[in-house]
């Protein structure tokens, strides 16, 4: 392992509680990391998300967008206006079948990857190649 890998904190955002047991289980299946924090609300995502950036921890966030309250652009928006929003990473991760949703993941900087449910093995392996995730799985 690459020395900076234990410095990504990864955050899997979801209001469906029993996927985000499942999503939880497979990301740490496939990447050795830190255990991922599993938040079911936009609010309480941005609260934890905060305490880990100001902590100097890059940022991983497995979103979904359709949440109620605060949503995935919710949580985005106020990302995009944080002074650590450059050391945050998106993975939108929806069961949104809209094309626009896609479209409108890309106008933001901290989105890597838009990913259609289910979230697979085969995905979070092609991520972990990829710039910028490549970085923290040498």
Request: hydrophobic share 40%; glycine share 6%.
């Amino acid at each position: 392992m690459g020395k900076g890998y234990m410095d990504l904190s990864i955050f899997i955002v979801d209001d469906d509680v029993m996927l985000g047991k499942i999503q939880k289980t497979l990301v740490k299946s496939v990447w050795p990391l830190d255990e991922p924090t599993v938040c079911y609300d936009g609010l309480s995502a941005l609260e934890h998300i905060e305490r880990e950036a100001l902590a100097g921890k890059k940022i991983l966030i497995l979103l979904d967008i359709h949440m109620p309250h605060i949503d995935g652009w919710g949580v985005l928006d106020s990302i995009c206006t944080k002074p650590y929003g450059k050391d945050v990473w998106v993975i939108v991760n929806t069961a949104s079948e809209e094309v626009f949703d896609e479209v409108k993941s890309k106008s933001y900087d901290q989105v890597i990857a838009f990913n259609k449910k289910p979230l697979t093995r085969e995905t979070l392996c092609k991520l972990m190649t990829q710039e910028p995730l490549v970085l923290f799985f040498k």
